[in-house]
Structures are given as C-alpha cells and as structure tokens.
C-alpha cells in the first residue's frame, strides 16, 4: 500500500520559512511533486523533482521554493524561503506527476499560514 506523509507545515510570519517533508512507503520515489491549494482556489503544481534530480517551479514560486530528495530515506522535501501571504495553503505531495499531469499518489496535506 502506498502512503505519503507530509510534515512541517505551521504559521509563518511573512518572510519567514518553512520545511515540508514527505515521506513515502509502499513505493519507491520517481517523479514527485509538491502541489497547493489555497480556499476557493484549485490545485496547482508548485514544484516538480524527477528521479534524477531535474526541478521545475511555478513562477510564482521560482527562486523562493527548493525541492530536493533523498531516495535513501524515500523523502522529497520542500524548502520555502521569503514566505508571502498569497503562499497561504494547503500543501499535498505526489508520488509519480509529470508538467501535464498529478500522479495517482496524494498525501493528506499539510497547511501552510503566512501572516502578514
């Protein structure tokens, strides 16, 4: 059985950071993604690691969010620095996305506050 556990979500004053964690079990990590959503709004990609290391961030995110790996401990993490208010959200890993599409592996979430 597959399963994804997201940890280090919390409240943030503004510029602050953050680290997410997902831990995966049941599988073995390939391409993995960190998606959020934030209330009225869908889900959308905010980075994106295949299995050797190559990253894609949403614009919005570039420069401020890193994804990073480590296929040992089957982890992907999500390092977010210069917290903004609009990075409010709930934040979801995915196990096997590409740019097109999620995977078919979600974690539960883990929420994200960015007080201004």
């Known amino acids: 059985q597959v399963r994804l556990v997201e940890s280090g979500g919390g409240l943030v004053q503004a510029g602050g950071s953050l680290r997410l964690s997902c831990a995966v079990s049941?599988?073995?990590?390939?391409?993995m993604g960190w998606y959020r959503q934030a209330p009225v709004k869908q889900r959308e990609l905010v980075a994106i690691i295949t299995r050797n290391g190559f990253t894609n961030y949403a614009s919005s995110v570039e420069g401020r969010f890193t994804i990073s790996r480590d296929n040992a401990k089957n982890t992907v993490y999500l390092q977010m620095n210069s917290l903004i208010p609009e990075d409010t959200a709930v934040y979801y890993c995915?196990?096997?996305?590409?740019?097109?599409?999620?995977?078919?592996?979600w974690g539960q979430g883990t929420q994200v506050t960015v007080s201004s």
């Open positions: 995915n196990l096997g996305p590409s740019l097109a599409q999620a995977g078919p592996y």
């Open positions: 049941g599988s073995s990590i390939n391409a």
